[in-house]
C-alpha cells in the first residue's frame, strides 16, 4: 500500500468503510479479554469497537495520517505503525481482524501479507476479514479504463480483488483453513452531490500520476457523466461494490 492518504476526508466523509466493518466484528468468536490486531487500523474507529465489546485490541497502520487522528481520538489504545505484508508482533494474537484493506495489497504481496498474519496468530487463533471482491466496483473501473484508452492512456488497476475460489487457496497455500465465504453484491450510498466524483479522488489515485489537475478533472467529469445512468439514484450517488467477507483459522 502506497496511498497518501486524505486522513481528514477520509474520516470526515467516508465514515461508512468503517461503519460496515462493524458486520464484519460479528464473525469473530472470541471471549472477553482475548486479543486482537485490527490489520490496517486507519482512523482507529474499529479498534475502539473491539475494546468496547470486551476485547484487548491493538492497532497497525502504513498510514502516519491516519494513525495520527486515531491516536488523537484514542490516546489510551496502543497503535502502530507498520506495513502490513512485514511485520511482526512481540506477543501472538487470539485473532487478527481486518476490515476494507487487503485489496490495496497488490497481488504479488498477498503471501507476504499472508505469512505475517500467520506468525502473528497463536496456534487456531482467527482471521477474520473484508476486502473488494472480484466484479468490485467494475463499472467505475472500466470506464475509467476505456476514458483513458480514449485518451491514449493505459489505466493501471492499482487493487486486487479476489474470487472466493483464488482467496480460499491462497489461504489454505499459507496455513490456514478456511471456514466461512461469502461473495456480494453491496450498492453502496457515497455523501454529497459530488459522491462519485470525491470518491474517485479519494481511491483512485496511482492511474492519474503524472497528469495535470486540469486533464485528471476532466477525465474524472466524463467518468462520472457516463456512469450517471447507473449509479445515480434518487438523488444519491452509489459505488457499485462487491464484498468477499472470510474466517479462517490457523493451522
Not at 487478527?96 to 484493506?101: D, I, K, M, Q, T
Request: aromatic share 12%; proline share 2%; glycine share 8%.
Amino acid at each position: 500500500m502506497n496511498i497518501k492518504w486524505d486522513a481528514a476526508g477520509y474520516t470526515n466523509n467516508f465514515s461508512y468503510v468503517h461503519e460496515y466493518g462493524n458486520d464484519v466484528i460479528g464473525l469473530l468468536s472470541l471471549n472477553l479479554g482475548q486479543s486482537v490486531l485490527d490489520l490496517g487500523c486507519g482512523n482507529g474507529a474499529l479498534t475502539k469497537k473491539l475494546i468496547d465489546i470486551g476485547l484487548s485490541a491493538i492497532g497497525l497502520d502504513a498510514s502516519e495520517e491516519l494513525l495520527e487522528i486515531a491516536k488523537k481520538n484514542y490516546p489510551d489504545i496502543h497503535f502502530m505503525l507498520g506495513d502490513a505484508t512485514n511485520f511482526a508482533l512481540e506477543k501472538q494474537v487470539d485473532a487478527v481482524f481486518s476490515n476494507a484493506v487487503l485489496h490495496w495489497i497488490d497481488q504479488d504481496k498477498q503471501s507476504d501479507m499472508l505469512r505475517c498474519v500467520h506468525s502473528a496468530l497463536k496456534p487456531g487463533g482467527q482471521f477474520v476479514f473484508e476486502l473488494g471482491g472480484k466484479g468490485n466496483n467494475d463499472l467505475i473501473h472500466q470506464t475509467l479504463h476505456d476514458e483513458f484508452k480514449h485518451r491514449g492512456y493505459v489505466y493501471k488497476m492499482q487493487y486486487y480483488f479476489p474470487s472466493i475460489g483464488a482467496y480460499s487457496s491462497l489461504l489454505e497455500e499459507h496455513g490456514f483453513s478456511v471456514s466461512y465465504a461469502v461473495l456480494f453484491d453491496r450498492a453502496t450510498p457515497l455523501n454529497g452531490k459530488n459522491g462519485l466524483s470525491d470518491y474517485i479522488y479519494m481511491f483512485i489515485k496511482t492511474p492519474f500520476e503524472g497528469m495535470t489537475e486540469k486533464e485528471k478533472a476532466d477525465m474524472v467529469q466524463e467518468a462520472v457523466t457516463q456512469l450517471k445512468p447507473n449509479l445515480y439514484k434518487d438523488g444519491i450517488w452509489y459505488s457499485d461494490y462487491v464484498r468477499l467477507r472470510m474466517k479462517a483459522q490457523k493451522i
